[in-house]
């Protein structure tokens, strides 16, 4: 009769269990992951984040250190210092706040009635909505060439106004700083029109129908309900419509006065690299717009968080 053989712990069992093992931890440490969000599919993320580190992050940082490196020398803030001691230099923050503060404000409160209006039904609605978008197709350029052509001394504007006896002397829109806003105005306004409607729309339309059956006026549903979720919306495009107008160059060049009223920060940084050849002096303008225009969306955000702490609400486009 054969013996019966007792299998005891072996090298080869114990090197299963601790594969298995491993591959529980595995397991465990990939769960783990997963329930903060980070799985494969995060890897498709990667081009994405490369880009914006070699497209956007790097180039910012190489601009904040050659700022910190003055050709004129006065230690590692010397361009800084140099700045905000030249009047002519600092005062271009003043006149680009001048100009992108207003042109989003026009921008982003001419919108909101006009989008609260649109997202109806009614009949030319497209239309309407198409004419009012169709300057994003013009460019910068075009706008400023229209702008010229209709309001100069010589426009149809000044020569209606003239022949009717409205005034004795055509009135002057361009070369200065109404003409630069009236370029802002017109480019910006599809950009701040497009967002304002797609958040109004993402607004449920049942929550002012149940205030109306509780006996809300109009100016009440839109104060109480469509206004406050509408905060974050304003909010971001505000911020988008800003920096938008605030990288003016085009416009202050061609329809402006470039060497004084609407001499902005893009035009200085323009001039210190391409005229003076001082990119030092160059980075350190950009970098100060940039740290203006983060100041002023930090301010906004502020605002927003403090007007309205709810919840997305659903609906159609939410």
């Known amino acids: 009769m054969a013996t019966p053989v007792i299998a005891g712990p072996s090298s080869d069992g114990g090197a299963v269990h601790a594969a298995a093992g491993g591959r529980g931890d595995r397991g465990g440490l990939r769960h783990r992951l997963a329930e903060r969000g980070v799985d494969r599919v995060l890897l ?30 006065g230690g590692t803030f010397g361009n800084y210092s140099a700045f905000f ?18 042109a989003a404000l026009f921008n982003v409160g001419v919108s909101v009635p006009i ?64 003409g630069v806003l009236f370029s802002l105005i017109i480019t910006g306004f599809p950009f701040a029109f497009l967002l304002v409607l797609s958040y109004l729309s993402g607004i449920d339309p049942t929550l002012e ?11 009440q549903r839109l104060r109480h309900i469509t206004l406050p979720l509408l905060a974050p919306g304003l909010a971001t495009t505000f911020a988008l419509a800003f920096v938008l107008a605030f990288s003016v160059f085009p416009s202050a060049n061609l329809v402006g006065e470039p060497a004084n009223q609407t001499r902005v920060m ?15 002096m160059a980075s350190t303008i950009a970098v100060l717009m940039g740290l203006v225009e983060l100041l002023v969306i930090a301010a906004v955000f502020l605002w927003r968080g403090r007007f309205y702490t709810g919840a997305a609400t659903g609906g159609k486009g939410a």
């Open 266 to 280: 893009a035009i200085a940084a323009y001039q210190s690299a391409f005229e003076k050849y001082d990119y030092s």
């Open 44 to 73: 498709l993320a990667l081009p994405a984040v490369v880009m914006l580190v070699g497209l956007f992050l790097y180039p910012v940082l190489y601009g904040i250190g050659l700022s910190l490196q003055p050709r004129e020398g």
């Open 115 to 178: 989008a609260y209006r649109l997202r109806g039904r009614f009949r030319g609605r497209r239309l309407l909505t198409a004419v009012l978008v169709l300057p994003v197709t013009l460019g910068t350029v075009l706008v400023a060439d229209g702008l010229l052509r209709y309001l100069g001394p010589k426009g149809w504007f000044n020569r209606v106004i003239v022949d009717l006896g409205i005034v004795d002397a055509p009135v002057r829109l361009i070369y200065n700083y109404w």
């Open 209 to 219: 129908r149940a205030a109306a059956t509780l006996g809300a006026n109009t100016w």
């Open 85 to 102: 001691a030249d009047s002519y230099q600092s005062s271009t923050i003043w006149k680009t706040m001048r100009l992108a503060l207003p």
